[in-house]
């Protein structure tokens, strides 16, 4: 059982910058450099969004709203995931959530109901 936990959020002015990590640990089935990591959002009274997800080869995919603000990273070394953000936006404002899937099972794309784990949240708000 991969357990994921998220740390890094806060509270920061429009234009600022933050830097989200995850750790994941537990069981690793087939280790973690074997999973598709994504980051997603939720914002009240909104659905849950893909942000940024990184393959097994560290190919990456953004959604269009962070496209050049954002920068998803991973270290397989320590089980780490991050995601740059800067040049926040009042509309960045969300829980931020860390999430696996295999790697080995269908493709790596932003899409949350594919992803099987899931960290508990960090929370970003942007003041303008």
């Known amino acids: 059982q991969v357990q994921l936990v998220e740390s890094g959020g806060g509270s920061v002015q429009a234009g600022g910058s933050l830097r989200l990590s995850c750790a994941a640990s537990g069981y690793i089935y087939r280790g973690y450099s074997n999973y598709c990591m994504g980051w997603f959002r939720q914002a009240p009274g909104k659905e849950r969004e893909g942000v940024a997800v990184?393959?097994?080869?560290?190919?990456?995919e953004y959604a269009d709203s962070v496209k050049g603000r954002f920068t998803i990273s991973r270290d397989n070394a320590k089980n780490s995931l991050y995601l740059q953000m800067s040049s926040l936006k009042p509309e960045d404002t969300a829980m931020y959530y860390c999430?696996?899937?295999?790697?080995?099972?269908?493709?790596?794309?932003?899409?949350?109901?594919?992803?099987?784990?899931w960290g508990q949240g960090t929370q970003v708000t942007v003041s303008s």
């Open positions: 990184i393959g097994r080869a560290g190919d990456t």
């Open positions: 999430a696996a899937k295999a790697g080995w099972v269908g493709d790596c794309r932003p899409s949350a109901n594919r992803y099987t784990y």
